[in-house]
């Protein structure tokens, strides 16, 4: 069974600063994405990384994958009160012909002023 | 970004009754699924659909139902509605396996 684990699940951190959060899942798959999602609402498309050695940039946020260990990292540069969300990791598998996404818990991120 | 539908947005039952939940979406996504989210809590799928006539259970048990008469609608039902059903339910669909899937605002259920 796919098990897809973030870290940490809970950051809280200073408008400015830098972090690295990362992602780890147990089985082999080639395709990761990253969701952010605001109190109360649904989740938002942020990178989709569908190789080894994938980085995507948007803005503060750097994504990668290194499908050889099996780790996804999302970098917050600078970090800004708008920042704060939820942010989801998923992971795409195969499974009997049947694709799914396995999502890790979360991680909620709250960037103080 | 992306055109997908959901309803009601938020709905407060009595235990016992039937109740669907509705999703549509406008961009002729051939897969839809259904996640069911306690809150901070991760997505579980509940069903997924790969086009008209197709619907699949997911991972996570559950008594609710779906169907796909028509590719723009998935819509999940439960025939009778209980407390342990109180949760968000969010709809998504995608274009093709491995593509994105993009996510409708979410029903949240409270089943009194």
């Known amino acids: 069974e796919l098990k897809v684990e973030q870290n940490p699940l809970f950051l809280s951190m200073q408008e400015g600063k830098n972090y690295t959060i990362y992602c780890n899942y147990s089985t082999t798959s080639d395709r990761l994405y990253w969701y952010r999602q605001d109190p109360g609402k649904s989740l938002e498309s942020l990178f989709v990384?569908?190789?080894?050695?994938a980085v995507k940039q948007e803005g503060r946020l750097m994504a990668s994958l290194d499908t050889k260990a099996r780790l996804s990292t999302l970098h917050i540069t600078a970090a800004v009160h708008d920042l704060s969300a939820t942010y989801f990791c998923a992971v795409d598998i195969v499974e009997g012909g049947s694709e799914k996404l396995v999502f890790g818990k979360g991680m909620k991120l709250t960037v103080n002023p | 970004e992306a055109d997908i539908y959901q309803t009601p947005r938020y709905l407060v039952i009595g235990t016992g009754k039937k109740i669907t939940l509705e999703c549509s979406q406008t961009m002729g996504h051939d897969k839809m699924y259904w996640y069911q989210q306690d809150p901070g809590m991760e997505l579980h799928l509940i069903h997924y659909?790969?086009?008209?006539?197709?619907?699949e259970k997911g991972d996570l048990s559950s008594e609710s139902t779906v169907s796909r008469i028509r590719t723009e609608h998935f819509p999940l039902t439960l025939e009778s509605a209980r407390p342990s059903h109180t949760s968000q339910y969010l709809c998504?669909?995608?274009?093709?396996?491995?593509?994105?899937?993009?996510f409708g605002a979410g029903t949240r259920l409270s089943v009194l």
């Open positions: 659909s790969y086009g008209v006539n197709s619907t």
């Open positions: 990384l569908l190789s080894n050695g």
């Open positions: 998504a669909s995608s274009l093709t396996v491995g593509n994105i899937q993009y």
